[in-house]
Nanobody
Framework: QIQLVESGGGLVQPGGSLRLSCVASGFTAGYTFGHYDMSWYRQAPGKEREFVASITNVYLSTEYTDSVKGRFTISRDNWRSTVYLQMDDLKPEDTAVYYC???????WGQGTQVTVSS
């Protein structure tokens, strides 16, 4: 059973940075982390979960929601079965629970809280 474990969230002041990590495990049937596209989503209080960024498995193509372009960077290390989200110039509106998601198997992590406040 595939499991995703996020870490790296916390409280940061506006303009600060955080790096989220998501470690994946439990792949079976000849499939590995490197076979799947990965994404980050977030959910702010009272709002629906929204897409933040994604990265493909082989060519490492990336996509971002408009509000984070130029500030967030998604990357992955297939050897470590880990996907990262580097978040710079954080704003209060980035406050949310951030979730890792593996496309295909459609598995979510448990989430990590990011709070941007002075």
């Amino acid at each position: 059973q595939i499991q995703l474990v996020e870490s790296g969230g916390g409280l940061v002041q506006p303009g600060g940075s955080l790096r989220l990590s998501c470690v994946a495990s439990g792949f079976t049937a000849g499939y590995t982390f490197g076979h799947y596209d990965m994404s980050w989503y977030r959910q702010a209080p009272g709002k629906e979960r929204e897409f933040v960024a994604s990265i493909t498995n082989v060519y490492l193509s990336t996509e971002y929601t408009d509000s984070v372009k130029g500030r967030f960077t998604i990357s992955r290390d297939n050897w470590r079965s880990t996907v990262y989200l580097q978040m710079d110039d954080l704003k209060p509106e980035d406050t949310a629970v951030y979730y890792c998601y593996v496309q295909g198997p459609a598995v979510w992590g448990q989430g990590t809280q990011v709070t941007v406040s002075s």
